[in-house]
């Protein structure tokens, strides 16, 4: 695919894909200016406000980033693109945004994998901080659904947890796929086995074909899948019963306390300006109220978590505390995996 290079901040690997490009040219066609001259003294925004997205396009993130995008200029009062950077499960992009100017013009929707499960696969002296960033706003949050073969003689999460070992497909190394199972087999005491795949299309695949026993992926990926009578659901590993499998209990309700998400949320570098920041997460609250944004979360199957950068804060924190404790307390080696 033919690339076009982008101006650099710093980092290896500043390259716009074609197809981003046309995005950009086209964000730029439909923009509203806004009331800042230049950099330095203008009001914010002074110029374009790029969103950038850690993964290729086409996935959860970049899907929600551009619904975002497309819903925001009119609020925030200036122009607004997206962004590709993608490598290193968010790494590479959150390390060229957060070492920029703390303006405002330069966010990333981020994971919180990246912060609560990454660091438990990999020991990363050079890792991400959440003191490198200045938390915005919350965005969404996709749950994980436990699921089998249709054909599979597993019949529910007790007949799962009653064979001798259990050999179980992840979206791959740091992801919520990986530890909610090996939360949920650890605390069975289950013996088991982590297969990893690149993704969760290759996962859905295996688990069609039996080439695992199980594997836990987002909602969106085998929804279709479940109601086609291919995949059976066996639990979500969410804080309630998710709306698009309302008979399908939680993993809590099943006897384990497992709750794994993944949450996306806007972040800057450390130091944004207080006033910056609340015009930003203005902007981003009324976008996120438009239809069309609301419609591309149903139809991906998406939930909302829409809490303020402080609220962020806090869950980071406590999930990455959390799932150090528990896989510390039933020796959990991830990394192993």
């Not at 619904?67 to 959150?94: H, R, T, Y």
């Not at 740091?174 to 087999?185: D, E, I, K, M, P």
Request: proline share 5%; hydrophobic share 40%.
């Amino acid at each position: 695919m033919k690339v076009l290079p982008r101006r650099a901040h710093g980092h290896a690997g500043a390259f716009l894909t074609a197809g981003t490009a046309l995005v950009l040219a086209a964000a730029s066609a439909c923009s509203v200016q806004g009331g800042g001259s230049d950099d330095g003294g203008g009001k914010y925004p002074s110029r374009a406000v790029e969103f950038t997205v850690p993964t290729e396009p086409g996935g959860s993130t970049d899907l929600i980033t551009r619904a975002l995008v497309k819903s925001i200029e009119k609020p925030l009062g200036g122009q607004a693109v997206v962004v590709n950077k993608p490598g290193a499960n968010g790494k590479i992009a959150g390390k060229d945004v957060f070492s920029s100017k703390p303006d405002g013009h330069r966010v990333a929707v981020m994971p919180q994998s990246l912060f609560a499960v990454g660091p438990l696969v990999v020991k990363d002296p050079d890792a991400i901080k959440l003191e490198d960033m200045t938390f915005v706003k919350g965005l969404s949050v996709e749950d994980y659904v436990l699921t089998v073969p249709a054909n599979s003689k597993v019949k529910s999460l007790k007949d799962l947890l009653g064979n001798q070992r259990v050999r179980y497909g992840t979206t791959g190394a740091g992801t919520g796929s990986q530890l909610s199972q090996a939360l949920l087999f650890g605390k069975a005491k289950v013996r088991s086995t982590a297969i990893p795949f690149d993704g969760g299309g290759p996962l859905v695949t295996a688990v069609l074909g039996s080439k695992v026993d199980v594997g836990a992926m987002h909602v969106a990926e085998v929804v279709k899948h479940i109601e086609a009578g291919k995949l059976r659901p066996l639990v979500v590993f969410a804080t309630k019963r998710v709306e698009a499998l309302p008979n399908v209990p939680t993993a809590t309700e099943s006897g384990h306390a497992i709750v794994v998400d993944q949450r996306r949320f806007v972040a800057a570098p450390a130091g944004l300006p207080a006033d910056v920041r609340d015009k930003l997460a203005s902007a981003i609250d009324k976008a996120v109220a438009s239809s069309e944004y609301g419609q591309m979360l149903k139809q991906s199957y998406i939930g909302r978590w829409e809490v303020d950068g402080t609220e962020v804060g806090k869950q980071l924190t406590k999930s990455r505390d959390d799932f150090a404790a528990m896989t510390k307390t039933l020796g959990i080696d991830l990394a192993a995996q």
